[in-house]
């Protein structure tokens, strides 16, 4: 009831205020009020268009902008999550999930969490929960229909949010801990493999599905569903993440640790980069990608052993220090090297592609475009191929930075929470 009330609150707030915003504005009905008029600026769908992009949609959040503000946007799983600073979590529809499901870019849910002030940590979006840390408390929210799941606390949570990978919540704790939860506590045990009928026609086949069933059963008989602590070495510099049916994470030193399961558990990984990180590594398609402060960029494979390992497939020294947030799109890595512009290395090899002298924080790669809010805060377009500058284009209100290293939209949001989504147009 609580939560309804609020949203109903919100949405009222939120329609008075665009109202108001319609009575002046050019844009007449196309306009959200809490963003101001949109005419001119990307999220218009003529400047859009023009700019090789398609709107897929607009949204204002339901919140009082009078006394709050959009403090963070994370994306992942087919949602985008919003967090205001009165405490509340917004999902957003971003994909289309069939007939049966709301449209893209419906508002799902809105949560509360509690009263506002403090950091805003990301949020973890599973297939099934979505993850909150705020004031040393962890929510567990469905993630269909907003509805809380359960809810933990602890002592001292760090600004760096949960991750949800599989059945399992990993969250960050104190200056050095990491707690596993999972992401629903009152199921039973993982169930084994059963095997199919296609490996029953083969005898062989059936007798080795058959055991490997009797040995996953005795691991998922041992799998507490009570929180567990595990080994973090040494401080966790980002957000983890979710990474091969497990978890991947860096230490502020320089240390990835990877836990994956396996045959006989879960086996644990680590790989010592030797320098301290720059920003946050990217997992894709198996493999990690991350920049250090000293100017490196590396990839990383898992070993297709016995046992697994992680191992150095090649390393690069960038031209200048990078800055956060690596990009991996196409067989492209891309990265910010501060006032030093960007460059752009093949995934597979390392291979140098381009190099550009425009300087920004990359916020998307979109489709043959790299996007970059660039030092004067306007939306800079880089051609992905070459890295010429093709487009720049006013932001507006949408000034809120959202890193979209999830899918290939472009993803924009205002501080009195209008947010839109653009994508390629094909």
């Known amino acids: 009831m609580h939560m309804l009330r609020n949203l109903l609150l919100g949405m009222a707030v939120a329609i008075a205020t665009a109202r108001a915003g319609h009575a002046d504005c050019p844009c007449g009905a196309d306009c959200l009020g809490g963003a101001g008029c949109i005419r001119g600026t990307v999220a218009d769908e003529l ?34 999550v919003a967090q205001t600073g009165d405490g509340n979590v917004h999902a957003i529809q971003a994909t289309d999930g069939g007939p049966v499901s709301p449209g893209i870019g419906a508002l799902l849910w809105s949560f509360p969490t509690g009263g506002g002030g403090g950091p805003v940590s990301p949020a973890g979006i599973g297939t099934d929960i979505v993850a909150v840390a705020h004031d040393k408390q962890l929510f567990g929210i469905e993630r269909d229909t907003g509805q809380l799941r359960w809810q933990q606390r602890f002592g001292v949570l760090t600004e760096n949010g949960p991750a949800v990978s599989g059945s399992w919540v990993y969250q960050p704790v104190g200056p050095s801990g990491l707690m596993r939860l999972p992401t629903n506590p009152y199921r039973p045990g993982p169930k084994a493999e059963v095997p199919t009928k296609a490996d029953a026609k083969d005898k062989k086949k059936a007798r080795a599905a058959k055991k ?59 790989f010592y980069l030797d320098r301290a990180p720059a920003g946050r590594p990217v997992a894709k398609d198996g493999a990690i ?41 196409n067989d492209r890595v891309v990265v910010s090297l501060g006032e030093d512009g960007l460059a752009c290395y093949s995934a597979t090899t390392g291979e140098h592609i381009w190099s550009t002298w425009f300087p920004g924080r990359i916020v998307a790669v979109s489709g043959t475009r790299v996007w970059i809010i660039d030092r004067v805060g306007r939306l800079t377009g880089i051609d992905a191929a070459t890295g010429e500058r093709r487009e720049r284009l006013c932001l507006g209100d949408f000034k809120l930075p959202v890193v979209n290293q999830a899918t290939d939209s472009l993803i924009l949001a205002s501080p009195s929470g209008a947010v839109v989504s653009l994508k390629p147009i094909k």
């Open 289 to 329: 990608f991350a920049a250090t402060e000293e100017g490196d960029l590396v990839r990383i494979d898992t070993l297709d052993i016995q046992g697994g390992g992680l191992r150095l497939t090649w390393r690069v020294l960038l031209e200048a220090k990078p800055e956060a947030d690596l990009f991996v799109s």
């Open 47 to 80: 400047t859009a268009e023009r700019a090789g992009l398609q709107r897929e949609w607009l949204l204002q959040l339901p919140f009082d902008a009078s006394t709050s503000q959009l403090e963070r946007v994370s994306i992942g799983n087919g949602l985008v």
């Open 212 to 270: 490997k069933q009797k040995k996953d059963a005795a691991i998922a008989s041992q799998e507490s569903l009570e929180p567990r602590s595990l080994d973090s070495a040494g401080t966790i510099d980002s957000q983890p993440q979710a990474f091969n049916g497990g978890v991947l994470w860096c230490t502020a030193d320089g240390t990835l640790v990877a836990i994956e399961p396996s045959a006989e558990g879960w086996q644990r990984n680590e």
